[in-house]
């Protein structure tokens, strides 16, 4: 006979699993909903698109079309449907109907099991005037493309969508990766050819060099680039931030300790921040530094990292990384104090977002000069 304690047990293991069957099936129904109302925006947009385009509608008519539908759809159902909110779409199919889905995005949403998949095939059913194979595959929610069709440059636009939906970013981290530049960053920390990679791609992490973006962007820690702080002040603002701090260090990456002690011939020593980067399958370690960058500084990390490859490193495991986070570096300074095969980073970062028509700027001079030299290599083939 079971006895009462027995039957609690079992009917919590129930209650546990039928729980977890509503959440997921609840978490789908979102999702479904969600991806279905983008493609309805976009099918919204090319409607009012199209009727401005056949109907030749001045400026100031074709204001007045959108109050009129406005209220109509309004009084038919209800609030959601705005002059603005009819704006946002027309602004999304004109961004759209000719951009390219990233094919990065096309192949892992085909391969898998979305929803949205069906979701466009119920679409297609309704006799909208579009069909699948002629709009882009939308794989986030409509807050994310609110975001994304603000990003006019398309590389740009490309690599945060693959990587938003790889990532599974929230609508604030997405924000944040936009307004921190991120694109640019990583574009000007690679060579050229890679720029054209990271739009078509996302951020790749194949070696040690593509974890580092120039300047890492440190905005979160609510410290002032004018006020004086110490390396401990950083430290703390970092681990307190921990969650944004690994957003913005990149894919793969796990936090392992603070002020992590290793103890070498009766000496201790500390490491500020330890990572470990599954993507690489390798440690990484951070060291911070408010004052200017010196060769003792380099040659300390070099010491830690050595430590870490011969006594704390698995066989399977790659090569340590070593990163002196700082405030101003000198390049010259590391090349020459390093040996070529050092697995060592000197990383600028700020305290404020970057200037981001500047980065634009200069990867905009990258891509012409990409462009220039390839036209130029297609002419010495001919």
Same mark, same amino acid.
């Given at each position: ?13 129930? #209650?546990?699993?039928? &729980? ?9 129904? $979102? ?6 109302? !983008? ?10 698109? =199209? ?45 759209? &109907?000719?951009?390219? @889905? /990233? ?8 391969? &898998? ?15 909208? !005037? ?10 986030? &929610? ?21 990587? $938003?939906? =790889?990532?599974?970013?929230? !609508?604030?981290?997405?924000?944040? *990766? ?24 996302? *951020? ?23 006020? $004086? ?14 969650? @944004? ?13 603070? *002020?992590?002690?290793?103890? #070498? ?18 440690? !990484? ?33 790659? /090569? ?7 405030? @101003? ?7 020459? @104090?390093?040996? %070529?095969? $050092? ?24 891509? *012409?000069?990409?462009?220039?030299? %390839? ?8």
């Amino acid at each position: 006979m079971a006895t009462e304690k027995n039957i609690t047990s079992s009917e919590n293991n129930l #209650f546990d699993s039928v &729980s977890l069957l509503i959440e997921n099936a609840r978490k789908k129904v $979102a999702t479904a909903i969600n991806t279905v109302m !983008v493609y309805t925006y976009y099918g919204v947009g090319q409607y009012i698109v =199209e009727f401005e385009q056949n109907g030749k509608v001045r400026a100031e008519y074709g204001k007045q079309v959108l109050i009129n539908l406005s209220n109509k759809l309004t009084d038919k159902f209800g609030d959601g449907w705005s002059i603005k909110t009819l704006e946002k779409a027309k602004q999304f199919y004109k961004v759209y &109907s000719d951009f390219p @889905t /990233p094919k990065k995005i096309l192949t892992t949403s085909k391969s &898998s099991e979305s929803n949205f998949l069906h979701s466009v095939e119920e679409i297609k059913k309704q006799d909208f !005037v579009y069909t699948v194979d002629k709009i882009h595959v939308f794989t986030l &929610s409509w807050n994310h493309y609110q975001i994304l069709m603000r990003v006019k440059n398309e590389m740009a636009r490309s690599f945060y969508e693959i990587e $938003a939906f =790889e990532q599974q970013w929230s !609508v604030r981290q997405l924000q944040r *990766q936009v307004s921190s530049s991120l694109f640019e960053r990583l574009a000007l920390s690679r060579d050229k050819d890679e720029v054209m990679r990271l739009a078509t791609e996302g *951020q790749t992490i194949e070696k040690p060099s593509d974890i580092i973006k120039d300047p890492l962007v440190l905005e979160f820690v609510g410290l002032k680039p004018e006020a $004086a702080y110490s390396e401990t002040d950083l430290e703390n603002a970092v681990i307190t931030k921990l969650k @944004t701090f690994l957003l913005e260090l990149g894919k793969g990456f796990l936090f392992e300790a603070r *002020q992590k002690r290793f103890t #070498f011939d009766e000496d201790n020593f500390y490491v500020d921040l330890v990572f470990y980067n599954r993507l690489l399958q390798c440690y !990484v370690l951070i060291d911070l530094k408010t004052d200017k960058l010196t060769h003792q500084d380099l040659g300390q990390m070099q010491m830690y990292v050595n430590y870490f490859d011969r006594y704390v490193k698995t066989d399977f495991e790659k /090569p340590t990384i070593g990163i002196l986070l700082c405030e @101003t570096k000198n390049d010259a300074l590391v090349e020459l @104090t390093l040996p %070529k095969e $050092a697995n060592i980073y000197a990383q600028q970062y700020e305290l404020c977002l970057p200037d981001k028509k500047l980065l634009q700027a200069k990867i905009k001079e990258w891509v *012409q000069e990409f462009k220039a030299a %390839k036209e130029i290599e297609k002419l010495n083939n001919k």
